[in-house]
Nanobody
Framework: QVQLVESGGGLVQAGGSLRLSCANSGRTFSSYAMGWFRRAPGKEREFVAAIRWSGGGIAYADSVKGRFIISRDNAKNTVYLQMNSLKPEDTAVYYC??????????????????WGQGTQVTVSS
């Protein structure tokens, strides 16, 4: 049973930083990659970043490239999203997701198999 638990969200001023974590309990060899998505009020869920568990492979949405950094700790089955230079438009619920597909990157939410409950990130201006 795969269970994803996000943490690290909160309220921050514009220009500040936050670090999100996603612990993947129950992860097996069939988990190829992890992704971060976000959903702002009134908007569709959008891709933020993705990383493969092995063999390299990192991808970012254009809107966060150069500001966000995705990383992983295989020993802890945990993926991180370091968010720097935050903007009010980054305000959203952030979700991590587990993909069983060998294709990379996967930027559509329906291509992921398991999801966390989400963590709120609010950036004030």
């Amino acid at each position: 049973q795969v269970q994803l638990v996000e943490s690290g969200g909160g309220l921050v001023q514009a220009g500040g930083s936050l670090r999100l974590s996603c612990a993947n309990s129950g992860r097996t060899f069939s988990s190829y990659a992890m992704g971060w998505f976000r959903r702002a009020p009134g908007k569709e869920r959008e891709f933020v970043a993705a990383i493969r568990w092995s063999g390299g492979g990192i991808a970012y949405a254009d809107s966060v490239k150069g500001r966000f950094i995705i990383s992983r700790d295989n020993a802890k089955n945990t993926v991180y999203l370091q968010m720097n230079s935050l903007k009010p438009e980054d305000t959203a619920v952030y979700y991590c997701a587990d993909s069983r597909s060998a294709r990379f990157p996967l930027t559509s939410w329906y291509e992921y198999d398991y999801w966390g409950q989400g963590t709120q990130v609010t950036v004030s201006s």
